[in-house]
């Protein structure tokens, strides 16, 4: 079985332009969230969809976006960005709903590495 | 006081040696507990899922939760050194909610030395 898929894995944007990431799931798997990691924050939460409905989202600004579409790809947008969004950005698949509690557990992509200069 | 707390190490070890990695937490409600590794430039590989209190085996690993003392551990025995990568330990809560989500560790760097 394929595994989570993002695209692109190396990126390199400048200061105040926007970026789109992509992430294709795990087949069957309904659930798609989104998640940073720096060196200092470590992983930290951006949202979860799942049915193309966001269910939960971190503390990040409204500059940080998502949505899931019919076949439960996702991806993700940040617009005018800052030298602080440079960072690792993982997508995890689950088949269920994480934020609908109980066991759910999530896959994740290898990334997209995004340089903001 | 962070919900997950987790020692960033890094650790280095000699190969075939045993092993500690360890997380507290401090929000009680949480239920679910794993552990993933992070090779370098890679995404976060589940290793080990636990529900509730309890040991649990997997091979070499092994799984350890501690829910009075909000205590986790994975032990890795007769380490190797394919073992060398990042172990970041992930809880959640059960209920559900738009509040629900995996809190992870900010995770532990480990060597092993042929």
């Known amino acids: 079985k394929a595994g989570v898929t993002q695209t692109p894995r190396y990126l390199i944007k400048t200061r105040g332009q926007q970026v789109t990431l992509s992430c294709s799931p795990i087949?069957?798997?309904?659930?798609v969230s989104w998640y940073q990691q720096t060196p200092g924050q470590g992983l930290q939460f951006l949202f979860e969809?799942?049915?193309?409905?966001?269910?939960n989202k971190g503390n990040f600004p409204g500059r940080f976006s998502g949505r899931q579409f019919s076949n439960s790809r996702s991806e993700m947008n940040v617009s005018t960005l800052e030298l602080g969004d440079s960072a690792l950005y993982l997508c995890?698949?689950?088949?269920?709903?994480?934020?609908?509690?109980?066991?759910?557990?999530?896959?994740f992509g290898p990334g997209t590495r995004l340089t903001v200069t | 006081q962070k919900e997950v707390e987790q020692d960033p190490g890094p650790l280095s070890v000699p190969e075939g040696a045993i092993v500690s990695l360890n997380c507290t937490y401090s929000?009680?409600?949480?239920?679910?507990f794993m552990w993933y590794r992070q090779y370098s430039r890679k995404g976060p590989e589940l290793l080990m899922y636990?529900?509730?209190?309890g040991n649990k085996e997997d091979g070499r690993f092994t799984a350890q939760v501690d829910k009075s003392s909000k205590y986790i551990s994975l032990f890795i025995r007769d380490s190797q050194p394919s073992d060398s990568a990042t172990y970041l330990c992930a809880m959640s809560a059960t209920g559900g909610g738009s509040n629900y989500k995996l809190t992870f560790g900010k995770g532990t760097l480990l060597t092993v030395n042929p």
């Open positions: 929000n009680s409600a949480f239920q679910y």
């Open positions: 969809y799942f049915s193309e409905t966001q269910r």
């Open positions: 995890a698949s689950s088949r269920l709903a994480v934020s609908g509690g109980g066991k759910s557990e999530q896959y």
């Open positions: 087949s069957g798997h309904r659930s």
């Open positions: 636990t529900y509730s209190s």
